[in-house]
């Protein structure tokens, strides 16, 4: 009988819905790997669903979700999935391992269901730093709440079997502050190489979006405060006399209508809307450079952007309006530069080698694609990950055979 793991993410999409995937490539690699996967997460839609996908069974459990919500909203969302989800968990017979992927940070508190109620260990997946990011944000500013808030994650991070970073950053940040810091290990976000990579621009594609001419530098995913794209928007605003640089917009979020209110008429910037996977890619081959955006937080500068890996996987100049060690990365592999977001008009200086040498880019693209391929693809990262669960097999073994002796 094959070992059940039970994966917990209130996001999970598939490749055919676009978003961040990184949940069902992990689930896929366990599929792969021989064990039985059950996937707890939730919907748009009224009623609870279950589905059997590439080998997983998926329970969707009702409750609406969007990028526009508030912050109230949100975190009303977060308790009511939390909730479901104990519920739902707290049925499915047979589970060796519960993974827990946040965030939010209250996650936890289902991975501790299962360890009290169940005797079933957890693993715990820290995308962001929580709550620091939120408290350094200007969220939770009341010291009693911030107590409880930091109380709750030691004790998540104390209980959990196994902690997996998404960057070496969290993966520092977490060693440094708890006592068995061997039992947390980094698996970032995956480069998906075998769906993005390196394309020369199809001129029917370039024809379509206007783009004949231009260097295209894009942005895409999700819109809200913690991107603060009104960095880019200065930028636009700096070169708006600079008639053969565009800047495309694709994704949607609380923040979107008021950037688009800030760009106003500007010429040089267009907002897309929501993509998804294979449109995505369109977009990038039309794209000579990504923009990453974030605001100027400490805690953002440990974050793991999906959209990094999608860019480094496409071959693309990576630009970043923030430092830590995604900045270090892509400055030292030669992919990509810092941009000072209170410096708007200096972008156009650090593009301009690039734009006068297509060489020089090209170059470029070749170091991001290679970056991808020996660090985060797919392969790579799906073997790591599925490494721990059989090691906590060899332990389950280990631990049966002391018992008969």
């Excluded at 997460?41 to 609406?64: A, F, W």
């Excluded at 109380?151 to 708890?178: C, D, M, T, W």
Aim: with cysteine; glycine share 6%.
């Amino acid at each position: 009988m094959r070992s059940k793991i039970l994966y917990v993410y209130q996001f999970f999409k598939t490749p055919d819905e676009g978003g961040i995937i990184r949940s069902y490539y992990l689930s896929r690699a366990l599929v792969e790997g021989g064990y039985a996967v059950e996937v707890i997460t939730s919907h748009n839609q009224p009623d609870y669903l279950r589905k059997e996908i590439d080998g997983m069974t998926v329970h969707y459990l009702p409750l609406r979700y969007e990028q526009s919500f508030g912050t109230l909203r949100r975190l009303y969302v977060y308790s009511v999935f939390v909730a479901k989800a104990i519920r739902c968990a707290l049925q499915i017979r047979g589970v060796r391992v519960c993974y827990v992927a946040s965030v939010p940070l209250t996650v936890g508190f289902i991975g501790l269901a299962m360890k009290w109620f169940r005797n079933v260990p957890y693993y715990f997946e820290v995308g962001d730093l929580w709550p620091l990011t939120p408290i350094q944000m200007g969220y939770f500013s009341n010291p009693l709440v911030q107590r409880v808030l930091y109380g709750l994650e030691r004790y998540f991070y104390r209980h959990a079997r196994k902690i997996v970073a998404l960057s070496p950053a969290i993966q520092e940040n977490i060693q440094r502050r708890i006592p068995d810091p061997g039992k947390v290990v980094c698996i970032p976000n995956i480069a998906d190489c075998a769906f993005f990579y390196p394309e020369t621009k199809d001129p029917g594609l370039v024809r379509e979006w206007g783009l004949e001419g231009k260097t295209v530098v894009t942005y895409f995913g999700s819109i809200g405060k913690v991107v603060q794209l009104e960095s880019l928007i200065r930028i636009a605003q700096a070169g708006q006399t600079d008639s053969g640089v565009q800047f495309l917009v694709a994704g949607t979020g609380s923040e979107l209508e008021r950037l688009k209110e800030q760009a106003g008429n500007l010429p040089n910037i267009r907002f897309l809307g929501h993509l998804s996977k294979d449109q995505l890619k369109r977009l990038l081959n039309v794209t000579d450079v990504v923009y990453l955006s974030y605001l100027p937080v400490p805690a953002l500068e440990t974050n793991s952007p999906n959209k990094l890996f999608e860019s480094l996987a496409a071959g693309k100049l990576c630009v970043i309006n923030i430092r830590g060690w995604h900045c270090d990365l892509i400055e030292a592999e030669g992919c990509g530069f810092y941009a000072d977001p209170a410096m708007p008009a200096v972008f156009f200086e650090r593009l301009k080698p690039y734009r006068e040498n297509p060489e020089k880019l090209r170059a470029v693209s070749s170091r991001a694609r290679q970056l991808a391929e020996t660090r985060f693809s797919r392969q790579r990262l799906s073997a790591e990950f599925t490494a721990l669960f059989e090691l906590r097999e060899k332990e389950n073994h280990a631990d049966a055979s002391l018992a008969h002796l």
